[in-house]
């Protein structure tokens, strides 16, 4: 089942706490490619100092304010596409960056496309998804919950609930914010991007 709008527009904590365990599913003229959501990490507010929003409404920062539900593909470093997943109300900026999953669907696919035969190395990092899935900013602002859409999040196995079944740290890269431990990723998974 395709997650609905609803999943999405609610508190970004507990989306991303919920998030871990569902399936991105990417649909292209080359094959499907999906994966298993095993890490993720949340931005909210303008009073996050690590998220695009910290500086108000910008260009970067719009698709943020937005209506929840889209996907928020952006550009970084000069050469890596990072795929986030718009969160709460319209006019409050917030996302989750998809950090790793665990390959299931169109595997040769994503090994073509990453120039690699190591199962781990193909969408343990954000680039890396984006790299394996085929996402770039055409795909930016895609509604995520539709079944037309070449892009959705749907249900995925049953995992054991609540939060003590995930590990929560700090965000991976960021100087500022480093006390926010809105990092999550199930406690065993060999496919996360970083301890």
């Known amino acids: 089942m395709i997650l609905p709008v609803s999943f999405y527009s609610r508190p970004t904590l507990k989306v991303l706490e919920d998030l871990i365990g569902k399936v991105l599913v990417r649909r292209s003229e080359d094959g499907l490619t999906s994966g298993v959501i095993v890490e993720a990490e949340a931005y909210t507010g303008e009073d996050d100092p690590a998220s695009y929003a910290f500086s108000g409404r910008t260009k970067r920062s719009e698709i943020m304010?937005?209506?929840p539900g889209?996907?928020?593909v952006h550009f970084t470093y000069g050469m890596h596409h990072m795929l986030n997943l718009?969160?709460?109300?319209?006019?409050?900026?917030?996302?989750?960056?998809?950090?790793?999953?665990?390959?299931?669907?169109?595997?040769?696919?994503?090994?073509?496309?990453?120039?690699?035969?190591?199962?781990?190395?193909?969408?343990s990092g954000p680039a890396k998804i984006c790299q394996a899935f085929g996402i770039d900013r055409s795909h930016n602002g895609l509604s995520l919950f539709s079944s037309r859409s070449a892009l959705f999040l749907k249900e995925g196995e049953r995992r054991?609930?609540?939060?003590?079944?995930?590990?929560?740290?700090s965000r991976i890269g960021i100087q500022q914010g480093k006390e926010r431990l809105w990092r999550a990723y199930p406690k065993g998974s060999p496919y996360i991007s970083a301890k």
Do not use: D, H, Q
């Not at 054991?160 to 740290?169: A, H």
């Open 70 to 72: 889209r996907a928020f």
């Open 86 to 123: 718009v969160t709460e109300r319209e006019e409050f900026p917030a996302a989750i960056l998809i950090r790793a999953l665990e390959p299931r669907e169109g595997i040769s696919l994503m090994k073509k496309r990453r120039k690699t035969e190591e199962l781990f190395n193909l969408c």
């Open 65 to 67: 304010y937005g209506p």
């Open 160 to 169: 054991k609930e609540g939060r003590e079944e995930l590990i929560w740290t």
